[in-house]
T-cell receptor
Framework: GAVVSQHPSRVICKSGTSVKIECRSL??????MFWYRQFPKQSLMLMAT?????????EQGVEKDKFLINHASLTLSTLTVTSAHPEDSSFYIC??????????????FGEGSRLTVL | RKEVEQDPGPFNVPEGATVAFNCTYS??????FFWYRQDCRKEPKLLMS???SGNEDGRFTAQLNRASQYISLLIRDSKLSDSATYLC???????????FGAGTTVTVRA
C-alpha cells in the first residue's frame, strides 16, 4: 500500500484563487519532504524541500511567496499555490524517505495532484 | 546543459525483445542513481537502485559508468506490462534532492 499520500488528486480552480495540496507520510515520520512539479512530457523538477519545524528551502527560480510550504507536523506537509494562474497548471508530486530501521531509505512519492487553472 | 538527460524514445518493441537505453548526468560528484517507472498520469515508482558494480533484478539490469557519466537500463524478455516511461534519477549529494531525466518511453507491442 501507499506510504505517502497526497490530496487532492485532481483540482480545477479559477484563475486568482489559491489551492492547497496535502502530503502525508503514512506509518512513518518524515522530517523532510520534497515537492516536485512535472509538466507534460517533461522531467520532475524539484521545487522545494519541506522541513518540519522550520522554513522550506526553495530551488532557484521558484517563488516562495507563490508556493507556500508548511510542514507543521512530522507526517504532514502542505503546498499552497497562491493566486493560481493557468501557467501553474501542472502535476505536483510530493515525496518522502522512509527512514525507519530496517527499511531501505527509499524515496516514496505521493500519488500526485493534477492542478488545472482555468 | 541539463543535469540529467535521457533519450525520450519512444522505443517500440515486440514482446520478448530486449530493449536498452541510457541516461547521462553532468555532475561527476553524484552519489547515487536510480531508475523509476512512471505510468501515464501517475506518480513515479522506484524500479531499482543502480550500484557501481551493476545490478540485476529479474529481467531488469542496471549499469553505472562513472567514467563516462551514464547509467543504463536493460529490459530482457519484454512484457506488455513493461510499457511505461522510465525515469533516471541522480542524487547529486547525499540529501535525496533527486534530479530527474525527462524519461524514456517504452512501448511493448503484442
Amino acid at each position: 500500500g501507499a506510504v505517502v499520500s497526497q490530496h487532492p488528486s485532481r483540482v480545477i480552480c479559477k484563475s486568482g484563487t489559491s489551492v492547497k495540496i496535502e502530503c502525508r507520510s503514512l506509518d512513518f515520520q518524515a522530517t523532510t519532504m520534497f515537492w516536485y512539479r512535472q509538466f507534460p512530457k517533461q522531467s520532475l523538477m524539484l521545487m522545494a524541500t519541506s522541513n518540519e519545524g522550520s522554513k522550506a528551502t526553495y530551488e532557484q527560480g521558484v517563488e516562495k511567496d507563490k508556493f507556500l510550504i508548511n510542514h507543521a507536523s512530522l507526517t504532514l506537509s502542505t503546498l499552497t499555490v497562491t493566486s493560481a494562474h493557468p501557467e501553474d497548471s501542472s502535476f505536483y508530486i510530493c515525496s518522502a524517505r522512509d527512514l525507519r530501521q530496517g527499511r531501505t531509505g527509499e524515496l516514496f512519492f505521493g500519488e500526485g495532484s493534477r492542478l488545472t487553472v482555468l | 546543459r541539463k543535469e540529467v538527460e535521457q533519450d525520450p524514445g519512444p522505443f517500440n518493441v515486440p514482446e520478448g525483445a530486449t530493449v536498452a537505453f541510457n541516461c547521462t548526468y553532468s555532475n561527476s560528484a553524484s552519489q547515487s542513481f536510480f531508475w523509476y517507472r512512471q505510468d501515464c498520469r501517475k506518480e513515479p515508482k522506484l524500479l531499482m537502485s543502480v550500484y557501481s558494480s551493476g545490478n540485476e533484478d529479474g529481467r531488469f539490469t542496471a549499469q553505472l559508468n562513472r567514467a563516462s557519466q551514464y547509467i543504463s537500463l536493460l529490459i530482457r524478455d519484454s512484457k506488455l506490462s513493461d510499457s511505461a516511461t522510465y525515469l533516471c534519477a541522480v542524487n547529486p549529494s547525499n540529501d535525496y534532492k533527486l534530479s530527474f531525466g525527462a524519461g524514456t518511453t517504452v512501448t511493448v507491442r503484442a
